[in-house]
């Protein structure tokens, strides 16, 4: 399985972006997903997630109403949809794979959770 992000860049306070991350090697519709971000010298953050069906979502308390994340099974793909974006958002942006049952829709935020990681994709927001 492989996870690639993209979308990140240089954007000023109040701006926004749109984070893609595309999944192939094993049917996406069998992985909920989430968004994690490291900023430097930092441990890794929850952001977002979404389940794997059923539409759940979750945010990190500092994001909410600011941040949606969606997912588009045809295309394998989980989108991270940054509105309103402050200088402390600047981080490397993580999207993660973890592989669940149907009718589980918890919200996971621990990130020993998850199975597969992207690359990263830096978010830097200029004050």
């Known amino acids: 399985v492989q996870l690639q992000a993209s979308g990140g860049g240089l954007v000023q306070a109040g701006g926004s972006l749109r984070l893609s991350c595309v999944i192939s090697g094993r049917p996406f519709r069998e992985y909920a997903m989430g968004w994690f971000r490291q900023a430097p010298g930092k441990d890794y953050d929850f952001v977002a997630f979404i389940s794997r069906s059923y539409g759940t979502t979750g945010y990190a308390d500092s994001v909410k109403g600011r941040f949606t994340i969606s997912r588009d099974n045809a295309k394998n793909m989980v989108y991270l949809e940054m509105n309103s974006l402050k200088p402390e958002d600047t981080a490397v942006y993580y999207c993660?794979?973890?592989?669940?049952?149907?009718?589980?829709?918890?919200?996971?935020?621990?990130?020993?959770?998850?199975?597969?990681w992207g690359q990263g994709t830096q978010v830097t927001v200029s004050s």
């Open positions: 993660a794979a973890v592989r669940t049952i149907m009718t589980d829709q918890r919200i996971i935020t621990d990130r020993g959770r998850y199975d597969y």
